[in-house]
Each structure stands twice: as structure tokens, then as C-alpha cells.
């Protein structure tokens, strides 16, 4: 009960306060002489605004003047960077003239070096997988870069400075690589990189016996890397030695033989140089088998670095166009072959009957050594069994 009293006690104190509150209200919107002063207020307020007005007027007509004289100015230093431009563009198409010049005087100093050095005749080929409108600026170029060069050179002499290792041991490694590369299917041009790049390396470096084999495989495998298309995994290459080394040697002679060499192994060997004097010389199958037997054999001997991949070539074909008795076997040194025209004079036909000689010996004395790889790769019938045909004579 006295809860009940209590709330009806408090709900009718809520209503006077309401109802005062109400009140208070109406009277506070009631006041009608207030807000005439407010209006007079408003008009003074009014005119305040008008004369801020007309001065934002004046101030407009002022930015109007400036950004007037801005255009202007800013229609000045166009004009002044279009007359930049235009003298800009005028050196540049005076450049263009220059360099326009120059290109076309090379492309003639090109052409006139094209049509002084003739290597081949090229109007009877009909094949036309040929390229023959290029035969000449191929081999021009074979050996322009020949005459470059790649840093460091292998050193036929290297061997007296190596302390482990020998010529014989030398031969033993090449020996083995031959046989690897051939029972692998790989291409000639691996075959010679591989040599290429032993013969560079223990040009500048002393190795160890134990890693020798070691050098072997990392050369084979870095030239597989440029020139073939099916790359042999490293476990590969380790299988091949009898599991004698570990992946990781590998992988750290790799990076040896990379650092060393400057990362530079593409030259054009004498395999390239061979082909188009095989073509030029219209060299049968047989002709060719024996010019490749000639040059591969030669790969076991240390002095095949001595000579220049150019003159190797023009030495293999001239022993073959001698052992086939053909009349015009002279062609074989002809200076254009392995010379360029601005070096003629460094190289004489003494250079390539010197590079015959050093082949013949060392491959008629092949049968006396334990080197048989090249020997039973070109007796089969699928190259003609040329290494046969030389024993035999």
C-alpha cells in the first residue's frame, strides 16, 4: 500500500513539472518584440553583407587583371619552350641526319667488305634449305670473332705448370670424354666446347689429380648447358664417374670454372669452320667422316690449342682432299679461308702444312696408344668406317 501511494505520489509530481515545463515553452515562443529587434539587427547585417559584396566584386575584377596577366606570361613561356622545342627537335633531326649517314657509309663499307671476300659460289645451290644469300657473311663473321677472341686463351704449354697432372693423363681424360659424348648422342659443337674449356681452365689453374676427372664432367656438363636441347641431370654426370664425386663438388667446381672463364665459352670451333669448307670443296659423306676423324683425334693431343680453329679446319681438309687425290687441293690454304683481309700476312700456307703435319703424326701413332674411343666411334659403318680406311693406307 504505502508503495502504491508512494508511486501515485511521484507520478503526479512528474505532471506539475511537465506542465510547468510545457509552459515555460510557450511562453519562450511567445516573444514577438524580441525578434523585431532581431530583424532590425538583420537589415544592418544586410547592408554589411552588400558592401562585402561589392568589395568581392572589386576583388574579383582585380584576380580577373592578375589571372589576365597570368595567361599573358604564361602564353610568354610557351612560347618561349615551343621555340626551345622546336630548336630541340631541329638538333635532333640534325642528329638523325648524322646518324642516318653513318649507318648508310657502314652498310656500304659492309657491303664492299661482302663483295671483296667471295668464299663460296653460291649460284649453283639449289637446296633450299641453304641459306645461300648468307653463306659468306657467316663465315666473314666466324672470323671476325675468331680474331676477337675469348679472354683467357688456352696455353698449349700449360702443362709445365701443372704439378699433378700430365700430357698422358690429359689424353686419358679427352679419351673418356670422346667415348661419354658419343655413348650420350650429344653434338660435335659440345664435344669441342668441352675441350675448349678444359684447356682454358688449366691454362690459368693448377689442379689436383683427384679433381682432374672432377674438371671433365663440369666442362661436359656446362657445354651441354649451351648447345644441347635434352640436358643430363648432375646425378647423370656423377653416374659416369663410378659415383666417385658428390653433388655438391660438382656444383662448386661449376662455379670455379664459370668465375674463371668470365662466363665466356661460345667461339666458333673448328667443326664450324669445317662444315662450310666441306660444302665449298663439295666433300662427300666419306670426305667429311674423315675431315671429323682428323679433328677429333687431334682433340687428345696438347697441341691442338697451339692453333687457331680456322687453320685446324683448312689443315683436316687439305689431308683430305691429299688422301682422295683431289687436283685442287691447294684451294685448302687459300689465305681467305682463315685469313681476314685487314690481318693477311699473320697467317701463311706454312701455318696450315705445320698444323697437317702435327695431325698426321698423331694420328697414325693413334693404333700404339690406349686412346681408342675416336678410333671405334669412326669405324662403323654409320661414319663410313674411315678410321679403318687410314689405318688400312
Known sequence: MINSINHKKHKNVNKSEDKNISKSKYKEIDKPSKNKHI?????????????????????????????????????????????????KENIKNNDNKVNINDNKENNVNKVDEEEKIKYFDTSKITNVQIPKDYLNIIYYNLLKEEEKGIEPKADYTYMKRQKEINDKMRSILIDWIIDVHFKFGFTDETLFMTISIIDRYLSITQISRSN?????????????????????????FIYITDNAYVKDEVIKMENDVLSKLNFSFLYPSPIKFFEYLSFHFNFTKKQHMMGKYLMESFLLDVKNAKYKPSIISCACAYIVMKFFKMQNYHES?????????????????????????????????????????????????????????????
Request: with cysteine.
Open 333 to 393: 690454304y687459300d689465305k681467305k679461308f682463315y685469313n681476314l683481309e685487314e690481318s693477311k700476312g699473320k697467317f701463311t700456307e706454312s701455318n696450315i702444312k705445320e698444323c697437317a703435319k702435327d695431325i698426321c703424326l698423331y694420328v697414325d701413332n693413334i693404333n700404339k696408344t690406349n686412346y681408342q674411343a675416336c678410333v671405334k666411334k669412326y669405324s662403323k659403318p654409320e661414319q663410313e668406317n674411315v678410321a679403318v680406311i687410314i689405318m688400312n693406307n
Open 212 to 236: 682432374f676427372q672432377l674438371l671433365g664432367i663440369t666442362a661436359l656438363m656446362i657445354s651441354c648447358k649451351h648447345e644441347e636441347i635434352d640436358l643430363p641431370k648432375i646425378d647423370d
Open 39 to 87: 530583424y532590425k539587427n538583420n537589415e544592418n547585417a544586410i547592408k554589411v553583407v552588400k558592401n562585402d559584396k561589392s568589395e568581392e566584386k572589386e576583388n574579383i575584377k582585380i584576380n580577373s587583371d592578375n589571372k589576365e596577366n597570368i595567361i599573358i606570361n604564361i602564353n610568354k613561356k610557351h612560347h618561349q619552350k615551343s621555340e626551345k622545342d622546336e630548336h
